[in-house]
């Protein structure tokens, strides 16, 4: 059974910056792509980055280029994603995801298979 566990959410001031974590179990964590969605208030999970089996592709929403920066360590079977910048409407519940099918930077919800509880993350003004 694969398990994704996030951490490292919190309250930050507009402007600060958060490092999220997403550790999975299992033996195959090399195989697959990763990849970070998130879910506000009222709104649909929508995707935020991901990167492919070996880490050195990085894809990224258009409104987080250049802000958030998703990496990976495979000795630790970890996701990471450092956020910068951060603004209100980042507030929201962050997720880790597994991909099962698709290209690796695949954006829809349904083209991965596990997922994590999520962390909250929330920016104030």
């Known amino acids: 059974q694969v398990q994704l566990v996030e951490s490292g959410g919190g309250l930050v001031q507009a402007g600060g910056s958060l490092r999220l974590s997403c550790a999975t179990s299992?033996?195959?964590?090399?195989?697959?792509?990763m990849a970070w969605f998130r879910q506000g208030p009222g709104k649909g999970r929508e995707f935020v980055a991901a990167i492919n089996r070996s880490g050195d592709s990085t894809y990224y929403a258009d409104s987080m280029k250049g802000r958030f920066t998703i990496s990976r360590e495979t000795a630790k079977n970890t996701v990471y994603m450092q956020m910068n910048s951060l603004k209100p409407e980042d507030t929201a519940v962050y997720y880790c995801?597994?991909?099962?099918?698709?290209?690796?930077?695949?954006?829809?919800?349904?083209?991965?298979?596990?997922w994590g509880q999520g962390t909250q993350v929330t920016v104030s003004s």
């Open positions: 299992g033996r195959t964590f090399s195989s697959y792509a």
């Open positions: 995801a597994r991909q099962s099918t698709g290209r690796w930077s695949a954006t829809r919800v349904e083209d991965y298979d596990y």
